[in-house]
C-alpha cells in the first residue's frame, strides 16, 4: 500500500520530477527528503502513537497531522514537551481526550526498548526487526554507536540498511529527539 506522501507526489510533479505536496521538496526513491515535512513529521508521529510502539491511541491521525502541519513538533520527544498553549491549539480535541492523551503519554514511558526502537521511524525498521536489534545488542544506546559492518550480522540487516541505520542515529534532529525523550523518562535498555 502506498503511502499517504507517495499517493499525492504523483499529483505534484515539477520539471525535476515529483515534489512534495506539503513542502514542495524534490522526491527522492518514493521519499520527501525533507525531515521537517509536516507529511513525514505527522507519519512519524502516528506511527510512534501506534500500539505496537509507545501506545498513545487516543492521540490520533487527526491530531498529529494538526500537530505537524502546525509545526508544534517535529518529532516524537517534543510530544513531551509541549505546553499547554501548544495543545490547546489542536481543533477538535475535547478537554476529556486532551486528558486521555496526557494519561498514556505519561504510561508511553514504560514502553519496552523495542517498541521504542519501532516507533523512532528508522527506515526498513518494522517491529519484528526492532525487537531483534534490541535482543541482539540490549539497548538503544548500544545500537547507536555500533558499526555498520556489526548490524549487517544481524539477520534481516543488510549493507544498505545498515548504513541508513547509523546515519539515522548520527542525525542532529534524531539525537535531539532521543535526548528529548531520555529526558521525560523513557529507558533505552531491557
Not at 499517504?4 to 515534489?19: H, I
Not at 497531522?65 to 518529532?75: F, I, T
Not at 499547554?84 to 514504560?110: F, T, Y
Request: glycine residues 10%.
Amino acid at each position: 500500500m502506498a503511502s499517504l506522501l507517495q499517493t499525492l507526489a504523483g499529483f505534484f510533479k515539477g520539471p525535476s520530477g515529483p515534489k512534495c505536496p506539503e513542502c514542495s521538496s524534490l522526491i527522492i526513491d518514493d521519499s520527501c527528503p525533507n525531515l521537517d515535512c509536516p507529511l513525514k513529521v505527522a507519519e512519524w508521529i502516528t506511527r510512534w502513537c501506534s500500539p505496537e510502539a509507545a501506545n498513545i491511541p487516543a492521540l490520533g491521525q487527526a491530531a498529529a497531522w494538526q500537530l505537524a502541519r502546525r509545526r508544534l513538533v517535529l518529532h516524537p520527544g517534543e510530544l513531551y514537551e509541549l505546553g499547554q498553549g501548544g495543545w490547546d491549539r489542536l481543533e477538535g480535541v475535547s478537554v476529556n481526550q486532551l486528558a486521555e492523551i496526557h494519561g498514556q503519554m505519561e504510561g508511553s514511558k514504560s514502553a519496552e526498548p523495542g517498541a521504542v526502537l519501532f516507533g523512532l521511524c528508522l527506515p526498513g525498521i518494522d517491529a519484528r526487526l526492532a525487537k531483534r536489534l534490541i535482543g541482539e545488542f540490549q539497548s538503544i544506546d548500544i545500537l547507536r554507536e555500533t558499526k555498520p559492518k556489526r548490524l549487517q550480522q544481524v539477520k534481516g540487516v543488510d549493507g544498505q540498511q545498515a548504513f541508513e541505520i547509523r546515519r539515522w542515529f548520527r542525525d542532529s534532529v534524531n539525537r535531539q529527539a532521543l535526548q528529548m525523550l531520555e529526558q521525560n523518562g523513557f529507558r533505552f535498555s531491557g
